[in-house]
């Protein structure tokens, strides 16, 4: 096995970004791959609420 760093089964070695509503962490996906610059929302919950933030919990 060569130390490719591409995905060969390895998860950890995905890109991801944080949604600009939830600021939860998404990870690559296959039908993301010719738009993934574009991909600013982790699901379409997400997307319907843009407009509104979510408020922060605080750390307990």
């Given at each position: 096995?060569?130390?490719?760093p591409?995905?060969?089964?390895?998860?950890?070695?995905?890109?991801?970004?944080?949604?600009?509503?939830?600021?939860?962490?998404?990870?690559?996906?296959?039908?993301?791959?010719?738009?993934?610059?574009?991909?600013?929302?982790?699901?379409?919950?997400?997307?319907?609420?843009?407009?509104?933030?979510?408020?922060?919990?605080?750390?307990?």
């Amino acid at each position: 096995m060569s130390a490719d760093p591409g995905y060969k089964g390895n998860k950890a070695a995905l890109p991801s970004k944080p949604c600009t509503v939830c600021g939860r962490a998404m990870s690559w996906r296959r039908a993301w791959a010719h738009n993934w610059n574009e991909v600013r929302h982790c699901s379409a919950a997400c997307r319907k609420n843009r407009g509104k933030r979510q408020p922060e919990r605080p750390c307990p």
